[in-house]
């Protein structure tokens, strides 16, 4: 059973506008949260994290924020540019610290 | 500069051959991990190494296993390849606790196709 779950594979975002990517988890012993982005034939790289303690992480124009009843993390993107578009993939940390489960990702794509 | 180089980046092998896949990594991580990606799945961790000779199986290690003889390096092997192991492999590597995103590390992939 999946741990960490993107429930929408894609998401299609006008330029300018925001992109929202939500993710959920089930378990509780998770810590940390983190968001990868990944371009075909590249491996993923990091993009923002949160820890479990705030609920909200901002970064330019990355904001994570985290609903810890709910166990839902969602990533915004404002304003979205074309550059954005990839797959995302939404990580969690168990809190012993040394691996992490990913979601099952969702592709952005930002029409120019 | 952290690099996880992995060394092929596109293998095509036949059903049934005996596949190595090889990652280093030069950073002097304990931790080592291999996953593979597939659309809609996500990362799905294989196997992971905590340090020289030990090997931990993750999420889907049927089919597959690991040597990891020295720190710096870390092998995926199919000991007999099947046409359901086409994928993208991804190798990672970390300190003993991954304590934000930029501590752990990926590697640029290694695409897979069994016919």
């Known amino acids: 059973d999946q741990q960490v779950k993107q429930n929408s594979p894609s998401l299609s975002v006008q330029e300018g506008r925001i992109s929202i990517l939500n993710c959920d988890y089930t378990n509780s012993m998770f810590d940390y949260f983190l968001w990868y982005k990944k371009y075909p034939a590249e491996g993923p790289t990091f993009l923002i994290s949160?820890?479990?303690?705030?609920d909200k992480n901002e970064d330019g124009r990355f904001t994570v924020f985290l609903n810890k009843s709910a166990k839902h993390l969602s990533l915004h993107i404002v304003p979205s540019q074309p550059g954005d578009s990839a797959v995302y993939f939404c990580a969690a940390r168990h809190n012993a610290g040394n691996m992490l489960t990913f979601g099952g990702g969702t592709r952005l794509m930002v029409k120019p | 500069d952290v690099k996880v180089t992995q060394s092929s980046r596109y293998l095509v092998k036949r059903t049934g051959e005996k596949v190595f896949l090889e990652c280093v990594q030069d950073?002097?991580?304990?931790?080592m991990f291999w996953y593979r990606q597939d659309p809609g799945l996500g990362l799905r961790l294989i196997y992971f190494s905590y340090d020289v000779k030990m090997k931990e199986k993750g999420d889907i290690p049927e089919g597959y296993s690991v040597s990891r003889e020295k720190k710096e390096r870390f092998s995926l092997i199919l000991e007999s390849a099947s046409t359901n192991q086409t994928s993208m492999y991804l190798c990672a590597s970390s300190f003993v606790r991954i304590t934000s995103g930029n501590t752990i590390y990926f590697g640029e992939g290694s695409w897979l196709t069994v016919v």
């Open positions: 950073m002097d991580h304990e931790n």
């Open positions: 949160i820890s479990s303690i705030k």
